[in-house]
């Protein structure tokens, strides 16, 4: 439980810290290496498109964050006057977070990247956030992606680039082709497609529970009966 906890507070300073990182690699580098070409229109500026892109993307991820936490599910149990020990006879829809100690109504899971239970209330936000999380990853990625091609003057045209891409900087690195910051923002690549690939998938199931009018807890719980269900039938 100890490590739960911690879990709880870990999280969420890593993931603003991620924020705050891609900010600001978004501002001092991304946006500085887009030069404005003197025949577009200022209106059509390449840099100014990125960041008014990037701003809405990010505007809308850290927006739904907050409300993912201000729109925390109500505690039922303190409604109901029973203590913040684990009630005997939760009411119905209702499930116990050990994290939060506290009993929530149609409980999902407990997210540690928020510090909060995800239920009824604060379910729309969190799926918006995941959603948006998803796009700044990836969007921030193939940024990155170009400022490392156009420094690095690598080809990214094969399928195979990517992946070979960090073993390659690595070597580079510690040779001293690759500069310090470069090789900083080749580490934030893999770690914006990881989190983008996750937070997709992980939308992306939400909404199908949603439409299947499940949570995940309830999903969860069903499990054992399932097989308890198959193992009588079978004996």
Request: glycine share 6%; with cysteine.
């Amino acid at each position: 439980m100890l490590a739960l906890r911690l879990l709880n507070v870990v999280a969420p300073a890593y993931f603003l810290c991620i924020s705050l990182v891609t900010f600001v690699l978004q501002l001092f580098l991304f946006l500085p290496s887009m030069r404005e070409d003197p025949a577009a229109a200022r209106l059509f500026s390449p840099a100014l498109l990125h960041g008014a892109l990037f701003l809405f993307l990010s505007a809308n991820a850290l927006g739904n964050y907050v409300l993912v936490i201000q729109n925390s599910p109500d505690d039922v149990g303190a409604c109901q006057g029973t203590s913040a020990r684990r009630p005997s006879c939760p009411p119905p829809s209702t499930h116990f977070c050990r994290v939060c100690a506290r009993v929530t109504l149609r409980h999902d899971h407990h997210c540690f990247f928020t510090g909060n239970c995800i239920g009824s209330r604060n379910m729309r936000n969190f799926v918006l956030f995941c959603l948006y999380t998803s796009l700044a990853c990836l969007y921030s990625m193939v940024a990155g992606v170009a400022y490392i091609s156009a420094v690095l003057s690598i080809s990214f045209a094969h399928p195979l680039a990517f992946l070979t891409l960090l073993p390659t900087s690595i070597s580079q690195f510690f040779s001293g082709a690759v500069l310090g910051s470069e090789m900083f923002v080749i580490l934030m690549l893999y770690l914006w497609f990881a989190i983008g690939l996750a937070c997709a998938g992980f939308c992306c199931h939400q909404l199908l529970l949603i439409l299947r009018g499940q949570t995940r807890h309830q999903k969860t719980a069903a499990l054992p009966q399932c097989f308890i269900a198959s193992y009588v039938m079978h004996h």
